[in-house]
């Protein structure tokens, strides 16, 4: 219903995650329209760094204990 009314519209990025549409219209009116974007699916489901950071050390710590079980029970079946 409004198509013959805008003459055209030119969509640019302004900021990070932000949309702006230049509506044009038959009469010679411009008008702006800002649109947030959603977040990246990957940025709302990723964890906080101080987490991935404790997983990390506790894996480290984890193979390095395993490592030294594997090495005792290594030992034994030598005997």
Known sequence: ????????????????????????WQGGACTDVCVRLPPHRADS?????AVV???????RACSTHKSSINSIRRGWLAL
Not at 53 to 59: C, F, I, Q
């Open 45 to 49: 489901v990723r964890y906080p760094a």
């Open 1 to 24: 219903m409004l198509r013959p009314l805008i003459k055209d519209i030119t969509v640019e990025l302004s900021q990070p995650r932000q949309l702006v549409a230049h509506i044009r």
């Open 53 to 59: 950071d404790r997983v990390r050390h506790w894996l």
